[in-house]
């Protein structure tokens, strides 16, 4: 493709934008609003998953060690664990540790002048908290290790409250992606529509489908690039809001920090180009059957 066509492509493209004034900025504003809605819904979605794998992240198992095992035993026991498939962390707390972490929970005063109650064990961490139960099975099964505890059916019950959300967040995420193209398609598809005539004109004069249609396809690009740096600065500035709320009064709450918000920005902008280009290219097809 020469240069020149290429510029007469873009020049075309930007004056069809200017001419279309009104049509444009409807255009503009309906790949804002749907990549708004969208990117609301992708924003919860997301964070609804960083909360259950953040959850998810703090299910450990707690083997308890017998009092008769001896310091020899116990490093025997902590080489047993660690060798068991899944397992990705594995911490030794003593009795003496144990009983500091308490004092700290209860206050020292209500332990004065108790002998110490609490046993020697190790804190596991897993791969994946789905093999939390399969672990602590085969842990409970090392000589030595008098109890294994890790929740059991509190850890059933998260994982099928985290699967759920995840469900519902992709289930979400789909229907308004359906809803985002729906609105953006038959925008740009009633500015097309508004210039049929002259696309008419140029199909009798000669020109090929794909000349025709390079400077719709730019200008639905334009569009959509436009009406996604409105969207993506809007839900910036509202997650930010958001996250400095949540963080100030309810901070056990872990957020995707903003960052990390940014991340995903550049996905919403390619997303709002490729829709703009996707419904030009879309609404124009029976206008070039002449």
Same mark, same amino acid.
């Given at each position: 493709?020469?240069?020149?066509?290429?510029?007469?492509?873009?020049?075309?493209?930007?004056?069809?934008?200017?001419?279309?004034?009104?049509?444009?900025?409807?255009?503009?504003?309906?790949?804002?609003?749907?990549?708004?809605?969208?990117?609301?819904?992708?924003?919860?979605?997301?964070?609804?998953?960083?909360?259950?794998?953040?959850?998810?992240? #703090?299910?450990?198992?707690?083997?308890?060690?017998? @009092?008769?095992? @001896?310091?020899?035993?116990?490093?025997?026991?902590? /080489? !047993?664990?660690?060798?068991?498939? !899944?397992?990705?962390?594995?911490?030794?707390?003593?009795?003496?540790?144990? =009983?500091?972490?308490?004092?700290? #929970?209860?206050?020292?005063? /209500?332990?004065?002048?108790?002998?110490?109650?609490?046993?020697?064990?190790?804190?596991?961490?897993?791969?994946?908290? #789905?093999?939390?139960?399969?672990?602590?099975?085969?842990?409970?099964?090392? @000589? %030595?290790?008098?109890?294994?505890?890790?929740?059991?059916?509190?850890?059933?019950?998260?994982?099928?409250?985290?699967?759920?959300?995840?469900?519902?967040?992709?289930?979400?995420?789909?229907?308004?992606?359906?809803?985002?193209?729906?609105?953006?398609?038959?925008?740009?598809?009633?500015?097309?529509?508004? +210039?049929?005539?002259?696309?008419?004109?140029?199909?009798?004069?000669?020109?090929?489908?794909?000349?025709?249609?390079?400077?719709? /396809?730019?200008?639905?690009?334009?569009?959509?690039?436009? !009406?996604?740096?409105?969207?993506?600065?809007?839900?910036?500035?509202?997650?930010?809001?958001?996250?400095?709320?949540?963080?100030?009064?309810? &901070?056990?709450? &872990? /957020?995707?920090?903003?960052?990390?918000?940014?991340?995903?920005?550049?996905?919403?902008? =390619?997303?709002?180009?490729?829709? %703009?280009?996707?419904?030009?290219?879309?609404?124009? +097809?029976?206008?070039?059957?002449?």
């Amino acid at each position: 493709m020469k240069l020149r066509t290429i510029r007469y492509f873009f020049k075309e493209a930007f004056v069809n934008l200017f001419r279309n004034g009104w049509m444009s900025l409807a255009s503009i504003g309906a790949v804002a609003s749907a990549l708004i809605i969208f990117g609301s819904f992708l924003m919860i979605s997301i964070n609804f998953d960083y909360i259950a794998k953040n959850v998810e992240s #703090q299910v450990e198992i707690t083997a308890y060690v017998e @009092d008769s095992v @001896d310091k020899l035993k116990i490093n025997q026991i902590e /080489l !047993g664990i660690k060798s068991i498939d !899944g397992v990705k962390e594995v911490v030794f707390v003593s009795k003496e540790q144990a =009983l500091e972490e308490f004092k700290k #929970q209860v206050g020292e005063e /209500l332990l004065e002048g108790i002998e110490n109650p609490l046993p020697n064990s190790f804190r596991v961490k897993v791969e994946t908290p #789905q093999e939390v139960a399969g672990v602590a099975e085969r842990i409970q099964k090392i @000589d %030595g290790i008098e109890e294994v505890k890790y929740g059991k059916g509190v850890v059933e019950k998260l994982f099928k409250i985290t699967y759920w959300m995840r469900l519902v967040g992709l289930a979400v995420m789909a229907i308004f992606a359906a809803i985002s193209v729906f609105i953006i398609s038959n925008t740009i598809r009633i500015t097309v529509f508004s +210039r049929r005539r002259e696309i008419s004109i140029m199909k009798y004069i000669g020109a090929t489908d794909w000349f025709v249609r390079w400077p719709f /396809l730019i200008e639905g690009m334009m569009l959509g690039f436009t !009406g996604s740096l409105i969207a993506i600065a809007l839900l910036a500035a509202g997650y930010s809001y958001l996250y400095d709320m949540v963080k100030l009064n309810v &901070p056990m709450i &872990p /957020l995707l920090h903003l960052e990390e918000f940014y991340d995903y920005s550049l996905g919403l902008l =390619l997303m709002g180009t490729f829709l %703009g280009a996707f419904g030009s290219g879309f609404s124009m +097809r029976r206008f070039l059957r002449v």
